[in-house]
């Protein structure tokens, strides 16, 4: 069996380690440019994604790298998708995501 080249940079702890994932990926993709990376972002780390926090090097991600924050995360730590950094996406749980992604051979990396 082939693994899908998708990476799952996983991000909870911090906010300031959203900024090192971000960096991570792009690290990443300079050594796998054909990998698909996904950063997700649950618990204590979500705060690094809103626009109250330090803005963030969104736009300098690659093409196939996104940026998402969990929705079940957001609504424990009363965070409005409004309140997400341009660039930012959701799914709805990171612990499906995850799993999911684990489940399907992606490799799984925690920030």
Do not use: F, W
Not at 66 to 87: F, K, R, S, W
Request: proline share 5%.
């Amino acid at each position: 069996m082939n693994a899908p080249n998708i990476v799952m940079l996983h991000v909870t702890d911090r906010p300031e380690d959203v900024a090192r994932a971000i960096l991570s990926a792009r690290t990443l993709h300079k050594a796998r440019p054909a990998y698909s990376i996904r950063i997700i972002v649950n618990g204590a780390a979500l705060a690094g994604l809103t626009t109250d926090a330090a803005p963030l090097d969104i736009e300098h991600l690659p093409e196939t790298a996104t940026l998402e924050a969990c929705e079940v995360g957001m609504q424990v730590h009363d965070i409005a998708p409004a309140a997400l950094q341009d660039g930012v996406g959701t799914t709805a749980s990171a612990i499906a995501a995850l799993s999911e992604g684990q489940l399907s051979g992606a490799a799984y990396i925690r920030i």
